[in-house]
């Protein structure tokens, strides 16, 4: 069944729409946990936009195994994704940096509080975001250190390759994730692919690990693939970012996700002009690719990839 959240007048007669789908037994016989599945916050990042359709898809294909709720909310930016805008069009501001919101406030801080009311009791929100068109990040969830101990057993069954545990300083206390889980309602944050790109290997591993996240809060009781045990940092000293010493053309040698070794070659920065190989970017230390330079022109300083110290087995 497919509602409004939240509805505003625009100019010209048109209207914002913030719309979901939720999906919920047939046969009445549901449970009363929900899990909430959110993308689009940001106009340029459609990763998501694939796992609500697959999602649904697959829901649909076996709607008696449903026993609980699914909300399903492709675009809470719609403005955004309608004109390509990281942020929302006109106003200038990124969506995610307004939350909790307030219902009597203007019209951003409005749409955010009803977003934040609307998923306000979820078993578990899945907030789902791409880079930007500039890197590319394996399946990854990021964790609020103050909450790690509700969110990590949760990430764990999620399906990525990495969970990022971030110290609480790093943390924008305005974000759509922290609200939620400042009021109880545990949210994952996850990263993959690439802004404005789908990525549908990555679509697919994501809908794995929700149908297994259902199975395990009794949403699902049909049959679930086996999912990926993830690497989990929480030490910022385990990733070591690599940064341009120069400007040039980057072009990578290794693909995303590749476990390196010290020393070996990642990617070359080339001078089209000259034909010179302006330098050699090489792993650190050993580790895991997880981001990667998806766009090739770089300047000093601009980031080429991160690299994930992986334990020892």
């Known amino acids: 069944m497919i509602t409004t959240v939240a509805s505003l007048a625009l100019p010209v007669d048109e209207k914002l729409k913030i719309q979901k789908n939720r999906i919920q037994p047939e046969d009445g016989a549901d449970s009363p946990k929900r899990i909430s599945v959110v993308t689009g916050i940001h106009g340029d990042e459609l990763e998501g936009q694939y796992v609500c359709f697959e999602l649904i898809r697959r829901i649909n294909a076996q709607k008696e195994k449903l026993r609980g709720t699914v909300d399903i909310y492709p675009a809470l930016n719609p403005l955004g994704i309608d004109s390509i805008t990281r942020g929302i069009p006109a106003f200038e501001l990124d969506m995610n940096r307004l939350f909790p919101g307030d219902v009597k406030g203007n019209m951003t801080e409005y749409l955010a509080a009803r977003i934040v009311e609307d998923l306000a009791g979820s078993a578990v929100v899945l907030d789902i975001h ?5 890197l590319t990040e394996i399946p990854q969830i990021r964790v609020n250190a103050l909450h790690e101990e509700q969110l990590l057993p949760l990430a764990k069954e999620a399906n990525v390759d990495f969970v990022w545990v971030h110290g609480a300083s790093t943390v924008l206390e305005s974000t759509l994730a922290y609200s939620l889980n400042s009021i109880g309602t545990p949210t994952l944050v996850v990263e993959m692919g690439v802004g404005m790109r789908i990525t549908r290997t990555y679509g697919d591993q994501m809908v794995v690990g929700i149908f297994n996240l259902m199975k395990k809060l009794g949403i699902w009781e049909g049959e679930t693939e086996k999912v990926r045990q993830p690497i989990v940092s929480n030490d910022s000293e385990d990733v070591a970012y690599l940064n341009a010493a120069t400007g040039g053309l980057f ?6 996700g590749a476990q390196l070794r010290k020393g070996e070659l990642i990617g070359e920065i080339l001078d089209p002009l000259s034909g010179n190989v302006r330098d050699e970017v090489r792993a650190p230390m050993d580790g895991m690719l997880f981001t990667i330079r ?15 110290r992986v334990p020892s087995q």
């Open 294 to 308: 998806e766009y090739p022109i770089v300047d000093e300083g601009s980031l080429i990839g991160r690299l994930l």
């Open 130 to 134: 791409a880079s930007n068109i500039y």
């Open 251 to 256: 072009v990578p040698a290794v693909k995303h």
